[in-house]
């Protein structure tokens, strides 16, 4: 009896660990289980405030196509200032400098010794006009750098944001711009209505695999990245059903302005039935389709002219 129950124990361990290996992650919703990703314009890499619905700090961006002008590019030192050396010109005086120097110790002296000055008292006379001469040079050129250096440095301002939040530059869908301020902006009650209609319309879309609807719902980039996700769950031969969303709370973390776009971030806590199925046979891998499932999320808002508001970032709480 003993034998029979170890090695049925070892059985239904076994199987379990297939289990858990095999079966996708039941929390895949659209953003579920993928991380934090899209853009906020320039305040991509800043978190949102805090809120009454998603108290805790949202999680950083895992993928964007907005570029972090305020990290170090590959090969380069994490800060690179602009260059104040002495140019060609500069550097050609400094070699003949250099030269004179080196044929002064070595007995020619400078141009020739001035005469053929050995002595001490010539010495310390070729060395004061030496210095006086690279005075001279460094002073000539350093005038002649500093207009072309005043207008130099980074392209993109680092804004902030109601709070101090740092910015970093960006669009919707990647390309960097340069930085305008964020102007904070109203949002009326229909604004709040077109949230929470675009979170049901979105975990709908997202359910059926409708990338026509999803493109029509958010930002070129966010579309991209829902594709990208769905692919994935068919090379799994698995769809990620999505259905009965429910908007539960909901605040306003930040709401801005940049140039002719305005931007929206809306802490959100909703349930929904989340659930992933065997393309092939049917069968429920994971997840529960009677029982709903509980999410906290800040969703990202994007509109030009007063258009409509498109999705343009997900980011989990933390």
């Avoid at 890499?45 to 590019?73: C, F, H, I, K, L």
């Avoid at 050609?92 to 250099?98: E, F, I, S, T, V």
């Amino acid at each position: 009896m003993t034998r029979r129950f170890r090695t049925a124990a070892r059985a239904a361990l076994l199987a379990g660990l297939a289990v858990v290996l095999v079966a996708p992650q039941v929390d895949a919703r659209p953003g579920g289980g993928k991380g934090s990703f899209g853009s906020r314009g320039s305040q991509t890499y800043s978190a949102p405030p805090s809120t009454a619905t998603a108290p805790r700090s949202a999680q950083p961006m895992q993928r964007t196509e907005t570029p972090n002008v305020g990290a170090p590019r590959p090969g380069m030192p994490a800060s690179a200032a602009p260059s104040r050396g002495l140019g060609f010109g500069g550097g050609l005086m400094a070699g003949l400098l250099g030269a004179g120097l080196l044929g002064m110790l070595f007995g020619g002296g400078f141009m020739g010794g001035l005469g053929g000055l050995a002595s001490m008292l010539g010495l310390l006379m070729q060395v004061a006009l030496i210095g006086g001469l690279i005075w001279l040079a460094l002073r000539f050129f350093r005038r002649r750098s500093e207009p072309a250096l005043a207008g130099a440095g980074a392209p993109y301002a680092r804004q902030t944001l109601g709070g101090g939040l740092p910015g970093s530059g960006g669009g919707p869908t990647g390309p960097a711009r340069p930085a305008t301020t964020p102007q904070p902006i109203e949002i009326d009650p229909q604004d709040y209505k077109a949230f929470e209609r675009a979170l049901s319309e979105i975990q709908i879309s997202y359910g059926r695999g409708d990338l026509g609807a999803l493109r029509r719902l958010a930002t070129p980039e966010m579309a991209g990245y829902f594709e990208q996700d769905l692919a994935e769950d068919r090379g799994r031969g698995v769809r990620n059903e999505v259905s009965e969303p429910k908007l539960l709370q909901g605040d306003l973390a930040q709401a801005w302005r940049e140039g002719s776009a305005e931007y929206a971030t809306v802490a959100m806590r909703f349930e929904i039935i989340d659930v992933f199925v065997d393309v092939a046979s049917g069968r429920v891998v994971s997840g529960n389709k009677t029982a709903p499932t509980e999410a906290t999320e800040l969703w990202t808002f994007r509109r030009d002219n007063q258009g409509p508001w498109l999705l343009s970032a997900i980011q989990q709480s933390a």
